[in-house]
């Protein structure tokens, strides 16, 4: 069995002591680490908006942080990060960039869903990417874990869903062509999601600062959280969200 830890949208900030609308992205972080530190995962996902402003000192903070857990940490871009600042600072070696790997007898496809002339932060896949994807897709039979930034479903928040992956009919379209492909993981909506597709789960996961609503009517645990994910060499998984007491400032 493999186990992965997603955290997402940290928004970490230029400055530690710095907070983001009532939460210290730093201290909130901190948190998480221990509890991960304690669950012990064999690599560590990162789904997207790392740093708040796509600061360099913000990502030279999560490597600070991140890199002392000595595991492998898969990440990718949000649509708040600088992809440029983002590249030139993961240089780690415990930091690996969009690609795909395998995970014992899974394989993990990580891509870089953001866009640069994006109007409110909304995704797109380029059909580079997508025609990338399905080339991996047509090599193995390994269950396959995919993950991005932007959220290929709608949540039933307005809002939130015009931020979304824009072309996310060619890239679930896709997907349902393999029946090897098992999960698909997102950040950005900074709350808990589930749905399932066919044999596909698809997750949502909370934000390790600021969260928010889970559904256009209910309030969300404030708590900062991240999801593990234990990957069954059967192509099975099972999955939990682990929350963490950190007080708003």
């Given at each position: 069995?493999?186990?992965?830890?997603?955290?997402?949208?940290?928004?970490?900030?230029?400055?530690?002591?710095?907070?983001?609308?009532?939460?210290?992205?730093?201290?909130?972080?901190?948190?998480?680490?221990?509890?991960?530190?304690?669950?012990?995962?064999?690599?560590?996902l990162l789904t997207g908006d790392i740093a708040d402003t796509g600061d360099r000192t913000a990502y030279e903070q999560a490597i600070a942080l991140l890199s002392p857990l000595e595991t492998p940490i898969y990440w990718l871009p949000g649509n708040h990060d600088v992809n440029a600042f983002l590249k030139t600072s993961f240089t780690h070696p415990h930091f690996h960039p969009?690609?795909?790997?395998?995970?014992?007898?899974?394989?993990?496809?990580?891509?870089?869903?953001?866009?640069?002339?994006?109007?409110?932060?909304?995704?797109?896949?380029?059909?580079?990417?997508?025609?990338?994807?399905?080339?991996?897709?047509?090599?193995?039979?390994?269950p396959t874990l995919i993950a991005l930034h932007h959220h290929p479903l709608p949540t039933g928040i307005e809002w939130l869903d015009m931020m979304g992956l824009q072309n996310a009919e060619d890239f679930l379209t896709l997907l349902h062509r393999f029946p090897q492909v098992k999960l698909v993981v997102f950040g950005h909506i900074h709350s808990p999601f589930h749905q399932q597709q066919g044999d596909i789960h698809f997750y949502g996961t909370p934000s390790t600062c600021v969260q928010l609503p889970q559904t256009a009517h209910t309030p969300t645990d404030k708590q900062p959280g991240f999801r593990l994910l234990h990957l069954h060499p059967d192509g099975t998984h099972t999955t939990e969200i682990q929350r963490v007491e950190v007080f708003a400032s």
């Open positions: 069995m493999i186990t992965i830890a997603q955290l997402t949208d940290t928004h970490l900030l230029a400055q530690k002591q710095d907070n983001l609308r009532g939460s210290n992205p730093w201290s909130s972080l901190e948190a998480i680490v221990e509890a991960i530190a304690q669950a012990q995962p064999d690599s560590l969009p690609q795909t790997t395998l995970l014992g007898d899974w394989q993990l496809c990580t891509l870089d869903s953001t866009r640069q002339d994006a109007r409110w932060g909304e995704g797109h896949l380029p059909q580079t990417t997508l025609h990338h994807l399905e080339t991996q897709l047509k090599q193995t039979h390994r």
